[in-house]
């Protein structure tokens, strides 16, 4: 062989060995969600769900044979957190797909991160439209508000058959609010109501002296509230503390027991849409084994950003394994771009039995779901401790 000739075959080797990278083992996963801020009142409920799943998962096999690990990096509460998590699980950890970011705000960020460095992203609670539009490479498992929100009014309605004056009430500075204040308000109008007032505040108000005197002003039948856990559990507070009796709906920033804390007695009656059921279906075993293991641990029920963010972790695991099948390799010994790539593929393929129900994925990464709830918090009488109780 010519010297020139084996140089430039040494040289090919050694520039393919260098940008081949395989995946590790046990398979990482990334996990970016908000585990420090206010926005951990609604993330720790995802890190449950995320580890319930991996402890689940790979007690089932792993990715036929190959366990895979969950690789934890804090988003806190805003843009650069989530950006700044998303980049060292990319390049650092070297994950092979994302779930994450909790908040919708925050996904319009750090998604493009992922977007651009071609890696699969799942949303475990992002609902605010146009998420699944960011890129190729990001979907999510959380039904947009759209679809889940006007569940809550047709209940209130039920419950309440003479509204007619409605106030409506959103944190402005939020992409999430902001959509689903948007749905409350075309579903208001759609169903024939009025909307009396219309009052905005930011996530970081304390104070709603001014929004509740309007709503007082304009003697309402039912008061829409989207906010974030912290801001909108003190404007429900604020709301009953200053006279208003009526019903009260919560959006999906409030849906969790940490605003109990928050609330306390005056958390009450909120009527809250849900995108799962911890007993949605006796037939659906994994649903009951999610289920059965949170409550083991917690001794409650399993609230839905800990159903939505085991469901993430679930489409990864399963979409893993038709990676493996359609390339007829491990994933251990295949590139990490080349996995991400598929994976990305695999994820809108078919349809997962999950907690949340049969769900599937569009070539968007929009989910289809079939089912959705109503539940309203029963407090008990210490006004402290209390729970979601799901309605017909
Ligand atoms: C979003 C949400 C959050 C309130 C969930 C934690 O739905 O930001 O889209």
Redesign the pocket.
């Known amino acids: 062989m010519k010297r020139s000739v084996l140089v430039t075959l040494l040289f090919t080797l050694s520039v393919g060995t260098a940008y081949a990278e395989n995946v590790a083992t046990p398979i990482p996963i990334g996990i970016g969600v908000a585990q420090t801020s206010n926005v951990a009142l609604?993330g720790e409920e995802e890190v449950v769900g995320a580890k319930i799943a991996e402890k689940y998962f790979n007690a089932h096999g792993g990715i036929n044979g190959t366990p895979f690990k969950l690789i934890f990096q804090d988003t806190g509460g805003d843009e650069a957190g989530a950006i700044n998590s998303f980049q060292n699980l990319i390049n650092r950890d070297k994950v092979v797909g994302i779930v994450g970011p909790?908040?919708?705000?925050q996904a319009f960020s750090a998604d493009p991160v992922a977007n651009r460095a071609k890696v699969p992203v799942l949303g475990p609670?992002?609902?605010?439209k146009g998420v699944p539009q960011i890129g190729e490479y990001v979907g999510r498992v959380?039904a947009p508000?759209a679809i889940v929100a006007p569940n809550a009014l047709k209940q209130a309605i039920k419950e309440h058959p003479g509204i007619k004056k409605v106030a409506v009430l959103y944190a402005q500075n939020?992409?999430?609010n902001t959509s689903?204040s948007g749905t409350f308000q075309e579903t208001v109008k759609k169903m024939g109501l009025q909307i009396a007032t219309l009052q905005k505040f930011q996530t970081t108000d304390t104070d709603f002296t001014s929004q509740v005197t309007a709503v007082l002003g304009a003697n309402v039948d039912l008061a829409i509230v989207s906010g974030?856990s912290a801001d909108g559990g003190n404007l429900v507070k604020q709301l009953r503390q200053m006279g208003y009796k009526g019903p009260i709906i919560g959006?999906?920033?409030l849906?969790t027991v940490n605003i109990f804390p928050v609330c306390g007695k005056y958390c009450d009656g909120i009527l809250i849409a849900q995108a799962y059921s911890p007993s949605a279906d006796p037939k659906n075993v994994i649903n009951a084994a999610m289920a059965a293991d949170y409550r083991a641990k917690y001794k409650k029920e399993p609230p839905q950003?800990t159903a939505q963010t085991f469901t993430a972790v679930q489409v990864f695991v399963e979409a893993l394994k038709k990676v493996e099948a359609v390339t007829k390799k491990k994933i251990t010994q295949l590139d990490l771009g080349k996995v991400r790539e598929e994976l990305n593929k695999q994820i809108r393929t078919g349809s997962y039995i999950t907690p949340l129900g049969k769900i599937s994925l569009d070539h968007e990464g929009e989910i289809h779901q079939e089912n959705f709830y109503v539940a309203k918090i029963k407090m008990d009488a210490n006004g402290k401790t209390g729970k979601y109780v799901y309605l017909k």
């Open positions: 609604l909790t908040l919708s705000q609670s992002n609902t605010a959380s508000v939020d992409a999430f689903e974030l959006g999906n920033g849906n950003f």
